[in-house]
Nanobody, 125 residues
Framework: QVQLVESGGGVVQAGGSLRLSCAAS????????MGWFQQAPGKEREFVGA????????YYADSVKGRFTISRDNAKNTRYLQMNSLKPEDTAVYYC??????????????????WGQGTQVTVSS
């Protein structure tokens, strides 16, 4: 059973940076595509970005392009979400998710098989 654990959330001022980590155990993480999603209070879970299982492709929501970067370290079974130039509207719980499928939209949460518990990011103005 794959388990995902996020860390790195916290409170930061607008314009600041945070790096979220997603550590995996219990599976061959290097073969999984991986996504990041955010969920603000009263809103649905929204796509932030994703990286293909090979690491050759990354995808980002328009709202975070140029500010957020996804990377990976297969040796550590960890994926990262580097968030720069943070805005108050980035405030949300951030979830990482892993998928075993090689096809299908990376922005669709239904395409993911495993989810972490989430980590809170709060950006103050």
């Amino acid at each position: 059973q794959v388990q995902l654990v996020e860390s790195g959330g916290g409170v930061v001022q607008a314009g600041g940076s945070l790096r979220l980590s997603c550590a995996a155990s219990g599976g061959t993480f290097s073969r999984y595509g991986m996504g990041w999603f955010q969920q603000a209070p009263g809103k649905e879970r929204e796509f932030v970005g994703a990286i293909s299982w090979s690491g050759s492709s990354t995808y980002y929501a328009d709202s975070v392009k140029g500010r957020f970067t996804i990377s990976r370290d297969n040796a550590k079974n960890t994926r990262y979400l580097q968030m720069n130039s943070l805005k108050p509207e980035d405030t949300a719980v951030y979830y990482c998710a892993a998928r075993t499928k090689y096809s299908g939209s990376y922005s669709d949460p239904l395409q993911y098989d495993y989810w972490g518990q989430g980590t809170q990011v709060t950006v103050s103005s």
